[in-house]
């Protein structure tokens, strides 16, 4: 069975590493370069991105940067990431931003903005993306000392996705089209290991328990769900 260890954000990896309170961190943890000097990361299970959508007379985008040009109106949602982007990256554009979502698609659907950026999970639900960016992969983390365990898990995430379970799982949570990054590689498990003696997926197996240790302390995930 599944059991959570609620663990403070800033020592989860410590804690992982520590060996005595989880064994993997499942917690939306994204995969960095320096994160993957410490500990190791599953296959990518939910890809969280931006998303670019346009009006009726926008055309078409390869890449985020083309929208970077003086004269073209771009609208998000005041204080989000696509915001923040926006501001970073594509000054040369016109931003404007809105207090809520649907006065952003509202500017679009008026003419008052030609794209509007924000996450894929939400703006696809009012048109077809045109270029997806800012991508941040969440994986499940992994001690660098449980490789079996690690290629249980990828096995394990493959069967999920390959099945179309993922697919079910993902339309009872998140409106709009799923977007899942493949960043498997050669070393991607694809057949369940066989467990040895003293490794972590043998004691996992033995005790019928895997411990999980997870940031619940932010929204929306501010509590457990009760059902």
Known sequence: YLNFVESAWDPIIPNLNYGEMCDVIISAMT??????????????????????????????????????????RLGVQSGTNSDLYAQDNLDAATIFAYDDFPSVIAALNNGDIDYVLGDTAVISVEGPLLTTFNHEEFGI????????????????????????????IYASY??????????????????????????????????????????????????????
């Open 31 to 72: 995969k960095t370069h320096e994160r993957e000097q410490v500990i190791d990361f599953t296959r990518s299970y939910f890809t969280a991105s931006q998303g670019v959508i346009g009006g009726e007379l926008a055309g078409n985008v390869d890449d985020i940067q083309e929208l970077n040009e003086w004269g073209i």
């Open 174 to 227: 998140f409106e709009g089209a799923l977007v899942l990054t493949d960043d498997r590689t050669t070393t991607t498990a694809t057949h369940y290991p066989e467990p040895t003696g003293g490794s972590v997926l043998q004691s996992v197996l033995t005790s019928g328990r895997l411990d999980i240790c997870t940031d619940p302390f932010y929204p929306p995930f501010a509590s457990y769900d009760d059902t």
């Open 141 to 168: 983390a992994v001690r660098e000392d449980s490789q079996q365990l690690l290629q249980a898990l990828d096995v394990s995430i493959g069967g999920i996705v390959n099945t179309g379970e993922y697919d079910l």
